[in-house]
């Protein structure tokens, strides 16, 4: 059964950083991309980053958290980590990991993570 499991959420000042992690039950070879994605109170999820197996990486539409956010992965740990820098209040939402699995297709998700951020 293929689980993904969220961590490293919590509150934090502004101007801080935070590391996500997104463990996976399997081995993340077997995903042809993994992501991160955030939903903030009364909007729709967005893409925050992503990664794909070859190790490309693309970051959602707000360019500000390109330059800040930095997504890896580890294959031999089966996790993905998600570099939070600089963190703005805006950065507030459920993060969540997903994966996808490559002879299906189909999408697998995390049960999310909150991070606040806030004096």
């Known amino acids: 059964q293929v689980q993904l499991v969220e961590s490293g959420g919590g509150l934090v000042q502004p101007g801080g950083s935070r590391k996500l992690s997104c463990a996976a039950s399997?081995?993340?070879?077997?995903?042809?991309?993994m992501g991160w994605y955030r939903q903030a109170p009364g909007k729709e999820r967005e893409l925050v980053a992503r990664?794909?197996?070859?190790?490309?990486?693309?970051?959602g539409t707000e360019d500000s958290v390109k330059n800040r956010f930095s997504v890896s992965t580890d294959n031999a740990k089966n996790t993905m980590w998600l570099q939070m820098n600089s963190l703005k209040s805006e950065d507030t939402a459920v993060y969540y990991c997903?994966?996808?699995?490559?002879?299906?297709?189909?999408?697998?998700w995390g049960q999310g993570t909150q991070v606040t951020v806030s004096s």
């Open positions: 990664i794909f197996g070859g190790g490309t990486t693309n970051y």
């Open positions: 399997v081995s993340i070879l077997n995903f042809t991309v």
């Open positions: 997903s994966g996808r699995w490559d002879r299906t297709g189909i999408d697998y």
